[in-house]
């Protein structure tokens, strides 16, 4: 039996800043945790220490990456800082500036009171479980030791003073990607930043490579990241598109998250196109052009039916993983496949990348645009999507469901019932103190009367609350 992670969820270590675990002497013994796990971390050969630390636009990213860099100094490792910069950038300059690991502080797609650490091994990919383990017993033992120990309140040192030329050497290897100097001239294209790490980096980007952009929640104030903005509420960026719709509008509109490492995107008329959508297109792209390796496809058990269906009419196949984008890139890593994500958006073009990265995905779209001279509502058809609803319970712990007699009986009912017509997924957030239930089926009314009977039921084992 798998051994259960208290710290590390599905990305990484995630609470509410200044709360356990991200209160202060916890991110200290973090770092300090982290530094001694080096050594399994080191290229073969390498025996220098050193890490990057990159964060988002969070009011409390600054004090934990500065209070986390005291730590891994405290175990003598050699810390830079990226300074603002976006989660697949740190992966990036991990794996090509010779850094044993880097570190990311973000929340993602979380609220401003939230805040989180992610770490990268040298090779730019996400720790693999086993060392997550390792990093948590050594904070536990640290704990357990440092009782009395009071960290550094927000250490300075010219070591943890931002490097400007980090974030330009991640520009100029995305911009590396595309052929010619202004592959996007005529390309109009709407940009929500979120009010996050791509605030900046994205419209420069974009408009280096020709396209006009325009700029919604670009102005980060360290609280409005994420807040009614970017990748999870695209309202007013579909109204925006739907109000001066394709051919004489925008050609596309795209839509990041608080840290970049995802994207999603509205068509000319205010169509949404999730991340299904985007590995559909991206899918026929790289098969037609002799690019997708064994012509498969990685996706999560969230991904919708229809997507599987879509492929499989393009010759395709499509291997499901559990939630998470780094256990994506595993199986994209054991089966050879280049062409990964998920329905939220995180998307991993394996041939550039070690993780999702939302500025590669957009640059990936805009390319195939511009190519084919096709609409992204048409290039992104075909794909009868199957109704479904996710919906969140609120708990206060998470005891296995396998362990639920009542919930495990309620789930296999449903599953017996919709058989082909539908799937059904239950399975507690690695980032929020949530259950998420998921059911997909041909009717809306099946998928409703599914959702109800299993939310019942978990309100009823758990005290979950909606």
Not at 197 to 215: T, W, Y
Request: net charge negative.
């Amino acid at each position: 039996m798998a051994k259960v992670k208290q710290l590390f969820g599905t990305d990484g270590i995630r609470g509410v800043a200044g709360e356990s675990p991200l209160d202060e002497k916890t991110v200290f013994l973090i770092g300090k945790a982290l530094g001694r796990n080096l050594a399994r971390l080191h290229p073969p050969g390498d025996t220098a220490s050193r890490v990057v630390i990159g964060e988002d636009t969070r009011e409390s990213s600054r004090w934990i990456a500065e209070t986390i860099a005291a730590g891994l100094a405290d175990e003598g490792v050699e810390v830079h800082s990226a300074g603002v910069i976006t989660t697949p950038g740190v992966a990036f300059l991990t794996r090509t500036d010779s850094f044993v690991a880097g570190v990311m502080i973000s929340a993602s797609h979380n609220p401003f009171q939230d805040n989180g650490i992610k770490v990268f091994g040298h090779s730019g990919y996400k720790l693999p479980d086993d060392l997550e383990h390792e990093v948590e017993a050594e904070i536990f033992r640290l704990q357990e030791s440092h009782r009395e120990i009071t960290p550094p309140v927000a250490p300075q040192s010219p070591g943890l003073q931002p490097e400007k030329s980090f974030a330009e050497r991640y520009e100029d290897f995305l911009a590396s990607l595309l052929p010619g100097k202004k592959p996007f001239e005529g390309m109009r294209i709407v940009m929500d930043c979120g009010n996050g790490a791509a605030s900046e980096l994205g419209p420069r980007l974009f408009r280096r490579l020709g396209a006009d952009v325009e700029v919604m929640n670009a102005t980060p104030d360290g609280r409005n990241i994420n807040l009614d903005c970017g990748s999870l509420h695209l309202d007013k960026l579909q109204a925006r598109l739907a109000a001066n719709p394709s051919p004489h509008g925008a050609t596309f509109g795209a839509a990041f998250d608080g840290d970049a490492d995802r994207c999603l995107f509205v068509a000319g008329g205010g169509e949404l196109v999730n991340g299904d959508g985007v590995l559909l297109l991206a899918a026929r792209s790289m098969k037609a052009q002799g690019a997708l390796k064994n012509n498969l496809v990685i996706a999560t058990v969230m991904s919708n039916l229809g997507l599987e269906n879509a492929l499989k009419h393009e010759g395709i196949a499509m291997t499901r993983t559990p939630v998470g984008d780094k256990y994506v890139l595993e199986e994209m890593l054991r089966s050879g496949s280049n062409l990964g994500g998920e329905q939220s958006g995180h998307v991993i073009f394996s041939d550039q990348q070690s993780t999702g990265d939302g500025l590669l995905t957009a640059l990936r779209v805009a390319e195939i645009v511009a190519e084919s001279g096709q609409p992204l509502a048409e290039l992104a058809h075909g794909m009868k999507t199957y109704p479904q609803e996710i919906r969140n319970l609120k708990v206060k712990s998470k005891p296995p469901l396998s362990t639920l007699p009542a919930v495990t009986a309620a789930i296999e009912s449903s599953e017996r019932d919709l058989g082909e017509r539908g799937r059904v997924l239950v399975r507690y957030s690695g980032t929020e103190h949530l259950v998420r239930i998921m059911v997909e089926a041909e009717e809306s009314s099946m998928v409703k009367r599914h959702v109800d009977a299993l939310a019942a039921v978990l309100t009823k084992e758990l005290g979950a609350a909606q």
